[in-house]
Structures are given as C-alpha cells and as structure tokens.
Nanobody, 116 residues
Framework: QVQVVESGGGLVQPGGSLRLSCAASGSIGSIDVMGWYRRAPGKERELVADITRGGSTNYADSVKGRFTISRDNAKNTVSLQMERMESEDTAVYSC??????????WGTGTLVTVSS
C-alpha cells in the first residue's frame, strides 16, 4: 500500500503566499518524479510543476517565476512554494508520485482559493 498525503491548502489573498507539502509513505520503493497538478473549476487538470530525483524541475508557463518546487528524497516529500498568487491559481492541487516502474500514485488533493 502506498499513501500520498497533501497538506497546506487554504484561503490566501491575491499577491499572497502559500506552501503545499506532500508526503509519500508505504511500499513506495524508488520514486522517480514527484509533482503537483491542479484542476481549476471548469478546466482540465494541468501540470503545475514536477521534479526528478536528481533535482531537475519543470514548470507550467503560468507559474514560472512565482512557484518553486522542491523535494527531500530521504523523506519522500515534495513541496510547492507559491508566491504572488493570483485568482487564476484557485484550484484543487494534487500531488503525484511516480515510481521508477512508471506506476503513478495520487493524493486526494487540497483546495487552494485565492480571493480577497
């Protein structure tokens, strides 16, 4: 069994900051890529950012320069630091963990609302 648990969502004002965290536990084995996806109301799920075991990162154009992804390989955790947040960042954010075999595991998601 593998568990992927997110934390850190909530309400933030435009221009504010928020940090999301995700921890993978259980029979996870070796993790390849860890990442964050989001689904805004009425939209398709999209990749926000991901990071390889070696530390290479990939960001959606809409968050470049505002969001920073990081991970701790020893703890199987990944975090997303979000700065200068915009109303368009409102979404359910989900953590994705990909095993080296290609199997993907998902968290249940955490709601982030950007509103004044």
């Amino acid at each position: 069994q593998v568990q992927v648990v997110e934390s850190g969502g909530g309400l933030v004002q435009p221009g504010g900051s928020l940090r999301l965290s995700c921890a993978a536990s259980g029979s996870i084995g070796s993790i390849d890529v860890m990442g964050w996806y989001r689904r805004a109301p009425g939209k398709e799920r999209e990749l926000v950012a991901d990071i390889t075991r070696g530390g290479s990162t990939n960001y959606a154009d809409s968050v470049k320069g505002r969001f920073t992804i990081s991970r701790d390989n020893a703890k199987n955790t990944v975090s997303l630091q979000m700065e200068r947040m915009e109303s368009e960042d409102t979404a359910v954010y989900s953590c994705n963990v990909r095993h080296i075999s290609g199997i993907k595991y998902w968290g249940t998601g955490t709601l982030v609302t950007v509103s004044s």
